[in-house]
């Protein structure tokens, strides 16, 4: 039985399936009665976020008046209609969706009712904030189209709103040709909603133009953009996928699932779905009927496009007797193949989740078992969940084993830990205290070492001794997927949520400290050394800081923020940033080592300055040559800090490349006059809170002279720099990066966090920066999501 790492109480118990949800900036829904409870799983014991369900009224169909009710001609009958609120389904939306760049989450009631909510990021509250009530906008938009009764209507159905079943989000890219609406970017969400009748619902949710860690009042763009009818009955289930095999035109692919048993797939040619603004019946296209109707509901499914292998689609089906269906098909050929049927359950499967780019699939069930496969071909084949945790077990964890059944299942965005909400058998809680106080839990366990087909392959020769509570092989399968792990952020399209690894590594470091640095070194001599053989830890990080302008600004964020968290985890960041770390007290070799890395990082964090810095200078210069030919670019990034970082050169000269030496020249002979038409350039800052001139003396923080001021009355201030353009940041909120702890009042442009190298010519670089490719809140050095500093006892997101 695998051995679970942490555990979290819960104070309601699920009901239906896929109760738990994990979203892309490291937060997990659970789905318990009437409430929602959204918690950090780097913190499970801390801070919580909180959704209460609210009683809401029906809608005014079919209701008879009040002065009616004493007409002779009806009969004297009461109806009442007392449906204690439930959340039957919820899912996350992607990040950038909510004012302040996180996730959106979606939740669908047993009494119809769809909504979406955001975090409470500047309310200082528990209770999430409610942003939009989709059904009332699919009420309103039926009752202005007389419910069907007129010939232009879309549905005749009533029962198509007043219940929803399922729901799913998927992220969609920019659509450069398309207008979106006002106050919204070309960038969105789609949302489907299943209803009774069998009809799904889709819906828009675009992304904000600008976002905000103040203001609170920022409206949410969603708009309706078609029906389907997939089904004659409940639309218990829907996945769907978003194929980019042609980037020029997306396709969606979604599957569908009812609870007369059938699940059918379907896939939308067109682009009106993406991109028409009116109401209509998007033409999906019937790819196949993979399963027909057989009386046994589907509960549960899960869609998935492998990064791998862009042309196939797996398709996980769970059913209300307990057993899955598993396809496989190749979309380039319409071949759809049947990996078999498993009756793996006693109960209904109530979670599917697919790991390792559909290398693994995960099912629970409703008889509290959950069992892991391994896709290697054509066969599914079940293997041990690993029983073997890393670290030490957390000392708060006391909760008890006995549970009676499982609601779900879910994976982590690194696909190193897998969720399970469970609810506990009350008979087995002692009733004096358990019973009270414990309803549910969420478990986490590791799934690192889950053996797969490409580990399995792998040569078993290990280079060191083994380690006591691991197999040798065990062992490897970690080392194997941790090395896909870090090579799946490649793909810039993934967001950076490393604490799965970060939070893996630091447990093997505490009993195996000499694996975490052969794991390290082998993926630094892969991503930066043609061979490693041979070479010596040393050698290799020596080498490592000489190929950092060949490497990709994302796989130095990644560096960044394993180097922070795991190497040199127990050192401050402050002491860090300011390069002033005390490494004496560690000794002898391991202060050696520890000065290598903590160069090592300085070289890296050095090198995204410099590029940051040209970016910016390039843009500049741009604008300079543009506004001497009279065709100025109004839209774009808006660089600023230009004064700051020229003394920022200025101090690092005989380290910057000559490039940059080269803008930097360029920039500081323009007409200053001129200059402030193109951007802001301030030479002389001044402290926020006793005006008193601020020296730039450090990237990082700065001290006001107001010691010196007045005859020597008054008092020098600490202030923080921004860590995009350098210049001190207001005393009004700003964003703040978890992960290095630096704040910002700026954001860095899209374009920088694509960089594959550091540039040739910045100026191929700058030239596609315009307002089509608007800036998301990310960290200049450590690429994950900035959020609000929020109080120790408030919910945020650890994604690193």
């Known amino acids: 039985m695998a051995s679970r790492f ?8 699920p009901s239906y399936p896929n109760a738990v949800a994990w979203s892309d900036e490291n937060l997990i829904a659970v789905a318990t009665g009437h409430l929602v409870t959204i918690l950090n799983p780097a913190l499970p014991f801390g801070p919580r976020g909180l959704i209460t369900i609210p009683a809401n009224k029906p809608f005014p169909i079919g209701v008879i008046e009040r002065q009616d009710l004493y007409s002779g001609c009806l009969l004297s009958t009461c109806l009442s209609r007392d449906i204690r609120p439930c959340v039957r389904s919820i899912s996350w939306s992607h990040i950038g969706l909510a004012p302040n760049a996180g996730c959106l989450l979606a939740i669908c009631t047993i009494e119809g009712r769809v909504k979406l909510y955001r975090a409470p990021f500047c309310e200082f509250q528990v209770e999430w904030v409610e942003v939009v009530d989709i059904t009332d906008m699919l009420y309103d938009y039926l009752a202005n189209i007389s419910f069907g009764e007129s010939e232009t209507a879309v549905s005749s159905d009533v029962s198509s709103f007043t219940l929803q079943f399922s729901l799913h989000v998927l992220c969609l890219p920019p659509e450069t040709d398309s207008a979106p609406p006002d106050n919204s970017s070309n960038c969105f969400s789609l949302l489907a909603v299943g209803g009774k009748s069998g009809k799904i619902s889709f819906w828009r949710v675009h992304e904000p133009l600008s976002y905000t860690v103040e203001h609170s009042r920022v409206p949410i763009s969603v708009m309706l953009a078609g029906f389907h009818q997939a089904h004659n009955t409940w639309v218990t289930a829907i996945s769907w996928a978003l194929l980019t095999s042609d980037a020029s035109s997306p396709q969606v692919l979604l599957a569908t699932g009812s609870t007369d048993g059938s699940v059918k797939i379907w896939l939308e040619y067109s682009e009106k779905l993406l991109k028409s603004s009116e109401v209509n019946d998007p033409p999906f296209s019937l790819l196949k009927e993979v399963i ?27 059913k209300g007797c307990g057993s899955f269906e598993v396809w496989i098909c190749d979309l380039s050929i319409r071949k759809f193949d049947r990996i078999g049927s498993y009756n793996a359950h006693d109960h209904v499967v109530t979670g599917l989740a697919w790991a390792f780019d559909g290398c693994c699939l995960y099912s629970c069930s409703q008889d509290n078992s959950v069992r892991s496969w391994s896709l290697c071909g054509n066969s599914l084949d079940e293997v041990p969940i690993p029983p073997n945790t890393p670290g030490v077990k957390n000392p708060a964890d006391d909760l008890p084993y006995l549970f009676g059944s499982c609601y779900g299942v879910a994976v982590s965005p690194g696909n190193l830990v897998v969720a399970v909400a469970r609810g506990f058998d009350a008979g ?11 309803k549910a839990a969420i478990e986490f366990f590791w799934i690192g070492g889950q053996q797969l087909e490409s580990s399995t392959n792998r040569n078993l020769e290990f280079g060191i001794e083994n380690f006591p509570g691991f197999p040798k092989k065990e062992l490897i399968y970690w080392e194997c997927n941790m090395l896909w792990y870090l090579s799946q952020y490649e793909h810039l399209d993934k967001p950076l949520v490393v604490w799965d690894i970060v939070a893996a590594l630091l447990a093997f470091k ?7 640095e052969l794991v390290l070194v082998k993926w630094l001599s892969v991503s930066n050394v043609e061979s490693h053989l041979g070479l010596s830890t040393g050698n290799i990080l020596s080498h490592a800081s000489r190929t950092f302008s060949n490497t990709t ?26 390069k002033q770390p005390n490494l004496e007290e560690f000794g002898g070799a391991e202060e050696e080592k520890l000065k290598l890395w903590m160069e090592l990082l300085l070289c890296s964090e ?8 040209g970016f910016a200078f390039s843009t500049v210069l741009g604008l300079m040559s543009s506004l001497a030919a009279k065709v100025y670019r109004a839209e774009g990034w808006d660089p600023v800090g230009l004064a700051q970082m020229e003394q920022w050169v200025a101090l690092n000269y005989d380290h910057v490349q000559d490039q940059l030496k080269l803008l930097a020249s360029e920039v500081r002979n323009l007409d200053k006059r001129k200059l402030h038409s193109v951007c802001e350039y301030v030479a002389g800052e001044q402290c926020s809170y006793c005006s008193a001139s601020v020296p730039f003396e450090s990237p990082e923080i700065a001290f006001c002279q107001g010691a010196k001021c007045s005859g020597g009355v008054g008092q020098s201030h600490k202030l923080a720099r ?27 442009p899209p374009q920088f966090f694509l960089m594959p190298r550091y540039p040739l010519d910045f100026k191929s670089s700058t030239e596609s920066c315009t307002l089509n490719s608007f800036s998301k809140p990310f960290c200049p050095f450590c690429g994950i999501l900035l959020q609000r500093l929020q ?6 997101a650890s994604p690193a």
């Open 606 to 613: 050095r090198e995204l300055r410099e590029r940051l810095v």
């Open 553 to 578: 600004t994302r796989k130095l964020h990644l560096f960044n923020i394993i180097c922070r968290h795991v190497v040199l985890s127990e050192l401050k960041a402050d002491k860090i940033n300011s």
């Open 791 to 796: 109080p120790v006892f408030l919910l945020s």
């Open 292 to 318: 027909n109707a057989d009386s046994v509901p589907v509960s549960v499914l899960t869609l998935i496009v492998p990064v791998q292998s862009p042309q196939k689609m797996f398709l996980a089906v769970g």
């Open 428 to 438: 087995l809680l002692n009733p004096m205290y358990q019973a009270r106080t414990q």
């Open 510 to 516: 505490q009993s195996a400290p000499k694996y975490v």
């Open 6 to 13: 942490q555990a979290a109480s819960l104070v309601a118990s």
């Open 722 to 748: 921004c860590a995009v353009c350098m210049q001190v940041c207001p005393p009004t909120s700003s964003w703040f990066c978890t992960c290095c702890q630096r704040y910002s009042s700026k954001l860095a």
